[in-house]
Nanobody, 120 residues
Framework: QVQLVESGGGLVQAGGSLRLSCAAS????????MGWYRQAPGKQRELVAG???????NYADAVKGRFTISRDNAKNTVYLQMTSLKPEDTAVYYC??????????????WGQGTQVTVSS
């Protein structure tokens, strides 16, 4: 079975920083795209940042210049470094990993979500 375990959320003041981590474990053959999404109360889940297996990145306009996505392929882990945080960044953040493992073809999997709260 594949597991995605997120960590690093919390409460921070506006202007502060947080680093989220998402580690995939299980009988994994290959990891393709990795990404971070967020969902604020009453809103739809939205893409925050993504990174391909080759390291190409893309960001939502709202976070460009403030957030940085990276990955450690040896650890099957994706990170989201968040700086200059704003109250509007408050949301539950979810990682999404596209991977292939022993019992299923390439599919996307979600982490359990981690709460990020930015106070003004």
């Amino acid at each position: 079975q594949v597991q995605l375990v997120e960590s690093g959320g919390g409460l921070v003041q506006a202007g502060g920083s947080l680093r989220l981590s998402c580690a995939a474990s299980g009988s994994i053959y290959d990891i393709n795209n990795m990404g971070w999404y967020r969902q604020a109360p009453g809103k739809q889940r939205e893409l925050v940042a993504g990174i391909t297996s080759g390291g190409r990145t893309n960001y939502a306009d709202a976070v460009k210049g403030r957030f940085t996505i990276s990955r450690d392929n040896a650890k099957n882990t994706v990170y989201l470094q968040m700086t200059s945080l704003k109250p509007e960044d408050t949301a539950v953040y979810y990682c999404n990993v596209v991977l292939t493992w022993t019992r299923a073809p390439r599919s996307g999997y979600w982490g359990q979500g981690t709460q990020v709260t930015v106070s003004s």
